[in-house]
Antibody, heavy 116, light 107 residues
Framework: EVQLVESGGDLVQPGGSLRLSCAASGFTFSSYWMTWVRQAPGKGLEWVANIKEDESEKYYVDSVKGRFTISRDNAKNSLYLQMNSLRVEDTAVYYC?????????WGQGALVTVSS | EIVLTQSPATLSLSPGERATLSCRASQSVSHYLAWYQQKPGQAPRLLIYDASNRATGIPARFSGSGSGTDFALTISSLEPEDFAVYYCLQRGSWPPLTFGGGTKVEI
């Protein structure tokens, strides 16, 4: 059974940093692109970033470029999202998902709250 | 960036009725459109990919159609568990991948 479990969500002040993790199991992690999608409270879904199997390609939504970094550790079956210079508008549930263009399995999400 | 516009924002129907949800793209995405269902407090669930292909385990009452800029998700006969929010996602031109704003199907 495919499982994706996010962790690392927290309350952080504007300008702060946070690192999200996503632990994958039930599939060959190193054979899949992976994706982060976020959802602000009461709002719709927004694609954030994705990463190729070997980290050779990474893509970001414009609003996080230069502030967020997606990475992975295939030996640990883990996906990461390093978030720096956080803004109030980054407040959201962050989901990790398998696949690049049609994410098919999603985790339950990690809540990131940016507030003073 | 391709913008997806979903309509209506809210659809009020009863169990057993047919639901038709629309997703319109600001430019052609060919057939590269997916549909997701999201229930409160849950992650999105993939229903349809490439406009008309049902994902694994999705009941036959869900069907997708369209190409280019106009797409539809049809639920032939609403079951109680189908009341949720539905999102479309395009991969015809990326990055960025873009989602529609969602349609809430309520009782």
């Amino acid at each position: 059974e495919v499982q994706l479990v996010e962790s690392g969500g927290d309350l952080v002040q504007p300008g702060g940093s946070l690192r999200l993790s996503c632990a994958a199991s039930g599939f060959t992690f190193s054979s899949y692109w992976m994706t982060w999608v976020r959802q602000a409270p009461g709002k719709g879904l927004e694609w954030v970033a994705n990463i190729k199997e070997d980290e050779s390609e990474k893509y970001y939504v414009d609003s996080v470029k230069g502030r967020f970094t997606i990475s992975r550790d295939n030996a640990k079956n883990s996906l990461y999202l390093q978030m720096n210079s956080l803004r109030v508008e980054d407040t959201a549930v962050y989901y990790c998902a398998r696949g690049v263009l049609v994410p098919d399995y999603w985790g339950q999400g990690a809540l990131v709250t940016v507030s003073s | 960036e391709i913008v997806l516009t979903q309509s209506p924002a809210t659809l009020s129907l009863s169990p057993g009725e047919r639901a038709t949800l629309s997703c319109r793209a600001s430019q052609s995405v060919s057939h590269y459109l997916a549909w997701y269902q999201q229930k409160p407090g849950q992650a999105p669930r993939l229903l349809i990919y490439d406009a008309s292909n049902r994902a694994t385990g999705i009941p036959a009452r869900f069907s997708g159609s369209g190409s280019g800029t106009d797409f539809a998700l049809t639920i032939s006969s609403l079951e109680p568990e189908d009341f949720a929010v539905y999102y479309c996602l395009q991969r015809g031109s990326w990055p960025p991948l873009t989602f529609g704003g969602g349609t809430k199907v309520e009782i």
